[in-house]
């Protein structure tokens, strides 16, 4: 598969740290931007790169030459005036044939690129956008996508949104289809989001590959100065889901959100106090922030996944407005005893997802190659310590309120007990760091 790599960009905010060189150069440790990127396509099997740069961007093919250093074959083509990030497209003709990866020179990243490449695959994707939660989703375009990860539209930053949003945001690294480079006939200034990837849209061919993986620009000094700080922490290739992640699992009602009663419609959901801060530090740590929750409420058909979903879209932009974010959340709508008023027969059944049975963890542990042994389980019931304990995890029970209300999982014993979810994140990162 060949990789095409963008490093045409001018990186003016970066200047203090820079001067004249183009972006993709900047170095990170001691190694430019770019080659961190073409080691991690190499280790994925890449080796056919065509790198874009403009008149001002000499450095670039100075330093990586044909490639043979790196192990790889670079081609370079020369952008004589600005095309914008899709009209390079145009200058392409004939030279692609088949899928082929289209990348930001600009992003420091590590992921395993054969699961993004399967996932494009799979779906019959003709553009397949990586797409993740940020820190930032209030000021950030968001991907709108539907229950088979297709992608329905972006929701530009600059709109007003009135309703509760998922938290998913464009990387800026795509798979892309031959279909892409046939769109785009001859070189012209268009933007790649808003003309290509919305052609895609339209059409109904575009899908998101959502994942936990590295992937962040370092277009400003205060970002370069963060990945900077993740490489030495080595939380960028820890993240590569080509390695075994270790999570920190989450209860939902009485973890994440104050719990009186079940939650039943979003306005009824706030969250509970340091919750967000508490989620925020494991986002900067090496470890997943996932969130396993029942909602019997949809069996007894007191809510709807509609209303589920907005309930879980509220969640994450009360998270995200404090600068944290989940990287994915599952529920198990079932519930095993009939007898409720407007119940729904079909999710009245006895499943493998409903805790303290593992289902859940196990989807999570299967799509982001998860060590259960490695990871934790927060929550503020004995069912949830049962949970973790079935799992294999170390556990923490919260101590918010009645920890056992249906007297059925007497035996879990917790690892340890915390009172609020800020304070156990805040003990399982200590222990981490073995202090
Ligand atoms: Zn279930």
New binding site residues.
Partial sequence: MIALIQAGGAGTRLKSITGDMPKPMVPICGKPILEWQIENLHENGVDDFIIVISPNGKAIPNYFGDGGKFGVRIEYIEEKEPLGTGGVLGLLQGKIQDDFILCFGDLMLNICWKKFIDFHREKHSSLTAFAHPNSHPFDSDVLVTDEKDRLVRIDSKHNVRNYYYKNLTNAGLYVCSKDVISFVQEPAKIDFEKVVLQHFINEGKAFAYRSSEYVKDCGTPDRYYGVTNDLKNEIIPAKSLANLQKCIFLDRDGTINKFGDFVRSANQLELAPGAAEAIKLINESSYLAICVTNQPVVARGETTFEELENIHNKMEDLLGEQGAYLNDLFF???HPDKGYPGEVPELKIS????KPKI?MLLKAKEKYNIDLTQSWMIGDTKQDIQTGINAGCRTILLTTGDPNPNRRYQEAQPTYMCSTLLEAVRLILKIKKGE
């Fill in positions: 198990c709508p079932h499943c493998d997802c409903r289902g």
